[in-house]
């Protein structure tokens, strides 16, 4: 059974810092066989894509977070990652990471940022 359990969520200031994990358990492969993503919801709004990182490595943001944002992952923890610069209260969200593979594709519980002075 695949569980995906996010962290490194919290309360920051603008222009603060974050890196959010995403460790994965009971992989068939290793989590660069799957391709990762990093989706956020804000209240009220639509969960959206905002990085992500396929099994070749490509990486792609939203425009939104375009050179703030940092898409990785560690093969051997089998853990993904995504730092987060110069945050901004629009970046206010539930944090969920995302793999898939074919047609299977899996969820984290989330994990909540707070972008406030």
């Known amino acids: 059974q695949v569980q995906l359990v996010e962290s490194g969520g919290g309360l920051v200031q603008p222009g603060g810092s974050l890196r959010l994990a995403c460790a994965a358990s009971g992989l068939i492969f290793t989590i660069n066989t799957y391709t990762l993503g990093w989706y956020r919801q804000a209240p009220g709004k639509e969960r959206e894509l905002v990085a992500s990182i396929n099994t070749g490595g490509i990486t792609t943001y939203a425009d939104s977070v375009r050179g703030r944002f940092t898409i990785s992952r560690d093969n051997a923890l089998n853990t993904g990652y995504l730092q987060i610069n110069t945050l901004k209260p629009e970046d206010t969200a539930v944090y969920y990471c995302?793999?898939?593979?074919?047609?299977?594709?899996?969820w984290g519980q989330g994990t909540q940022v707070t972008v406030s002075s």
């Open positions: 995302n793999l898939k593979w074919y047609a299977y594709t899996y």
